[in-house]
T-cell receptor
Framework: GESVGLHLPTLSVQEGDNSIINCAYSNSASDYFIWYKQESGKGPQFIIDIRSNMDKRQGQRVTVLLNKTVKHLSLQIAATQPGDSAVYFCAENPGDNYGQNFVFGPGTRLSVLP | ETGVTQTPRHLVMGMTNKKSLKCEQHLGHNAMYWYKQSAKKPLELMFVYSLEERVENNSVPSRFSPECPNSSHLFLHLHTLQPEDSALYLC????????????FGEGSWLTVV
């Protein structure tokens, strides 16, 4: 079936460096994507979203890139800080019938090294 | 402060107990959700409500029973659960089902003993 997957289950980066978290999706009909951050013991927190009519969207220190040709989504975090340590996962919406909801990836754990 | 609040945050229950999880959203949204998050699986959608009407049930066992008395409140009634039901149960809301951002609560950690 259709699925959302992550290339890397864990990612360690040095504080101050940029982080790139990747996500592959398989449903070419997906038209809306979200990145979530989940810290230990907390619920997922919305970070940034992007619709399929865009290739790039920027937020505060975060950028999401969408490559529809290869069905690839990435989250870039600039100047990674210790507070960025968390599990990040992407979600895609297949954009089909009412009630068809987001498909979530398994997540990538980001560890920020001092 | 999250716009979606869940209680209790932690719950330990025996397999013969009956308990309920509660969720309240303060965002004025029309759709509410229950998700299950376990250690080795992605988020699993359990139930979707839109304007208090259940619109989707992803083949969830009957030992989980949702209730949505109004668009701001959602309950998950639990009875005769199994140890494998131990997980983080997340409530969420969105403006409407479909292509709208979903906002999550902090979750209720459930342990079935």
């Amino acid at each position: 079936g259709e699925s959302v997957g992550l290339h890397l289950p864990t990612l360690s980066v040095q504080e101050g460096d940029n982080s790139i978290i990747n996500c592959a999706y398989s449903n070419s009909a997906s038209d809306y994507f979200i990145w979530y951050k989940q810290e230990s013991g907390k619920g997922p927190q919305f970070i940034i979203d992007i619709r399929s009519n865009m290739d790039k969207r920027q937020g505060q220190r975060v950028t999401v890139l969408l490559n529809k040709t290869v069905k690839h989504l990435s989250l870039q975090i600039a100047a990674t800080q210790p507070g960025d340590s968390a599990v990040y996962f992407c979600a895609e919406n297949p954009g089909d019938n009412y009630g068809q909801n987001f498909v979530f990836g398994p997540g990538t754990r980001l560890s920020v090294l001092p | 402060e999250t716009g979606v609040t869940q209680t209790p945050r932690h719950l330990v229950m025996g397999m013969t107990n009956k308990k309920s999880l509660k969720c309240e959203q303060h965002l004025g949204h029309n759709a509410m959700y229950w998700y299950k998050q376990s250690a080795k699986k992605p988020l699993e959608l359990m139930f979707v409500y839109s304007l208090e009407e259940r619109v989707e049930n992803n083949s969830v066992p009957s030992r989980f029973s949702p209730e949505c008395p109004n668009s701001s409140h959602l309950f998950l009634h639990l009875h005769t659960l199994q140890p494998e039901d131990s997980a983080l149960y997340l409530c969420a809301s969105s403006q409407a089902p479909g292509t709208n951002t979903i906002y999550f609560g902090e979750g209720s950690w459930l342990t079935v003993v």
